[in-house]
C-alpha cells in the first residue's frame, strides 16, 4: 500500500488554457497517490486544454473557477507551467489574491517552470530564493528574487522547479513540503 503522507490534504491547482501537460499531470498524480485530494482552478469553468510545449494534447476537467474558490478551503497550491497559460494567469486578480493569501498564511506554494510569474505579478518573489524555466530568470531576478538554476529550491513554504524533466525530484520536494505543513497544522478552514 502507497504511503499517504497527504491524508486529507485539498490542494487547489491553478491552471488556465495551454497549460504544460505533464506540469499538472504529473504532479497531480503523484499527490493523489499520496492521499490529498486535488482541484484544478482556472478562470473559466469547463475543460482547460494541455500543450505539450507548443502542441495541444488532451484537456483537462475544471473543479471550479476562481470565482468560486477560497483559499481557505486547501491546504496547498500547485501552480504549472507552460508559457501561455502563466501568461495568461498572471494577470488574474483572483488568482493574485488568492496566492498571496496562501503566502500570508504561510500555506506551502509548488511552482514549475513559467509558472512563477504568478508570484512576481502578486509581489511576492522579493528575496525569495527560487528557480524556474531559465528563459524568466531576467523576470525573477528583476522582481528581487534570488535565482538560480537548479533541479529544486526550497524556500519556507515554497518549492520551485525548472522543467518537465525534473518532474521527479519536485514531485518529492512537493509532497515533502506539504506534508510538514500538514504537520504544522496548516490545515484548510
Not at 500543450?51 to 473543479?63: A, G
Not at 535565482?147 to 512537493?174: A, T
Request: neutral net charge; hydrophobic residues 40%; contains cysteine.
Amino acid at each position: 500500500m502507497a504511503d499517504k503522507k497527504l491524508d486529507g490534504c485539498r490542494v487547489a491547482i491553478i491552471a488556465t488554457d495551454l497549460f504544460e501537460e505533464a506540469e499538472l499531470i504529473e504532479p497531480r498524480k503523484a499527490l493523489e497517490e499520496a492521499g490529498a485530494r486535488t482541484a484544478v482552478i482556472a478562470p473559466h469553468s469547463g475543460e482547460i486544454q494541455a500543450v505539450r510545449h507548443d502542441t495541444k494534447t488532451r484537456t483537462v476537467k475544471v473543479d471550479m473557477t476562481l470565482d468560486q474558490a477560497k483559499p481557505g478551503d486547501f491546504d496547498a497550491v500547485l501552480l504549472p507551467g507552460g508559457a501561455m497559460n502563466a501568461d495568461a494567469l498572471r494577470m488574474e486578480k483572483r488568482a493574485q489574491e488568492f496566492v498571496r493569501d496562501f503566502d500570508r498564511h504561510g500555506k506551502p506554494i509548488a511552482v514549475i517552470c513559467h509558472g512563477p510569474w504568478l508570484l512576481v505579478s502578486s509581489g511576492l518573489t522579493r528575496g525569495r530564493h527560487m528557480t524556474s524555466y531559465h528563459t524568466i530568470q531576467d523576470d525573477l531576478k528583476n522582481a528581487g528574487a534570488n535565482w538560480v538554476d537548479d533541479v529544486c529550491v526550497r524556500d519556507r513554504n515554497w518549492v520551485s522547479s525548472r522543467k518537465p524533466s525534473d518532474i521527479p525530484q519536485f514531485n518529492r520536494n512537493v509532497i515533502e513540503l506539504f506534508a510538514e505543513s500538514k504537520l504544522k497544522g496548516h490545515k484548510a478552514a
